[in-house]
């Protein structure tokens, strides 16, 4: 079992910028897919962003792209999701969640990933952007 501590959340107004973290106590390991997953109010949970440990290979969901960039630290076993240019829309309870792909992961298919393909989680943190 991965352990999954997440910080950086906040109150801020649309446009402005938020980084969240995620300290992960196998990143540095090969080979792990950690994602940040959030959940608006009365919404059902969706992952927005991927990242596979060893090389670092990224997946956005469209709603996100060009605003959110998922990114890790080998040495401070850390996952970070830089957000951009926020909107109320991305209001909600982010989480990062891991999952193990072993030694020889092969094509990483970001696109097909969901909720239940995560076997930890993280306690989760608020962001809201308001207006």
């Known amino acids: 079992q991965v352990e999954l501590v997440e910080s950086g959340g906040g109150l801020v107004q649309p446009g402005e910028s938020l980084t969240l973290s995620c300290t992960v106590s196998a990143f540095a390991l090969n080979y792990y897919v950690i994602g940040w997953f959030r959940q608006a109010p009365g919404k059902e949970r969706e992952g927005v962003a991927y990242?596979?440990?060893?090389?670092?290979?990224?997946y956005y969901v469209d709603s996100v792209k060009g605003r959110f960039t998922i990114s890790g630290d080998n040495a401070e076993n850390a996952v970070f999701l830089q957000m951009n240019s926020l909107q109320p829309e991305d209001t909600g309870i982010y989480y990062c969640a891991a999952e193990y792909l072993g030694l020889s992961p092969g094509v990483f298919n970001g696109g097909d990933l969901s909720e239940s393909d995560f076997g930890s989680w993280g306690q989760g943190t608020q962001v809201t952007v308001y207006t």
């Open positions: 990242i596979r440990s060893g090389d670092g290979i990224t």
